[in-house]
């Protein structure tokens, strides 16, 4: 089965501090990561994708197979980062996205 | 232009009752989904439409859940004989369907309690 995990429920940052957001997957077929972000009142909207190999808003993401970890992390954390962040797969070939629990950032100014 | 939308953003109902929710994709999305997040959980996948395909039901949970889709229009989730489990928000999200790997818009959920 597949399956995300991201053990951080919570995870509170100092402005200007670095942010690491981590996820872990099963490992099973061929798999695309995603990260998806919910800010305050808004929807569900993507961030990045592992395939696009960019950065957005500053972070970025790093397919590791060997740790079968796809970790969000961005260097200076500003305030407006604060949201609710979703780690997602899914199977080459297979449309229907697989989610994480959910990490809810703080940014403390 | 407008994105996904979905109807209503609230719904309150008794234990037993039958609920529908509308989603509307946006235009000229062929994929459309659904998923529920209860409390504290991720986002469960429970259907996919694409275009004139049979739909992908595999993540429904049971058969008190069913979703019909109109064309590439609007889709209906139908949820029989609501259980107090049911309660959590419905998502619904489409993407273009032009190529595998599209990406997926959201809309902003409907709030389900069942009381």
């Known amino acids: 089965a597949q399956r995300v995990t991201q053990p951080e429920k919570l995870l509170s940052v100092f402005k200007g501090a670095p942010v690491e957001l981590k996820c872990n997957y099963s490992y099973s077929g061929s798999p695309e990561l995603f990260w998806y972000v919910q800010y305050s009142r808004q929807r569900l909207q993507l961030l990045l994708r592992h395939i696009s190999r960019e950065s957005i808003k500053g972070f970025t993401a790093d397919l590791n197979k060997g740790e079968t970890s796809f970790h969000l992390k961005k260097p200076f954390a500003q305030e407006e980062d604060s949201a609710m962040y979703y780690c997602?797969?899914?199977?080459?070939?297979?449309?229907?996205?697989?989610f994480g629990t959910g990490t809810r950032l703080t940014i403390i100014p | 232009g407008a994105g996904v939308s979905q109807s209503p953003s609230n719904k309150v109902t008794e234990k037993g009752k039958d609920v529908e929710l509308r989603c509307d994709p946006i235009s000229g999305h062929t994929a459309l989904y659904w998923y529920r997040q209860r409390l504290g959980q991720g986002l469960e996948f429970l259907i996919y439409f694409q275009g004139n395909s049979a739909p992908d039901k595999s993540g429904l949970p049971s058969d008190r859940f069913s979703a019909e889709r109109t064309g590439e229009s609007v889709s209906t989730l139908t949820i029989q004989r609501t259980q107090q489990e049911d309660s959590a928000v419905y998502l619904c999200a489409s993407s273009s369907g032009t190529s595998l790997g599209d990406t997926q818009y959201f809309g902003p959920g409907t709030r389900l309690t069942v009381l």
């Open positions: 997602a797969r899914r199977n080459f070939g297979n449309e229907k996205l697989t």
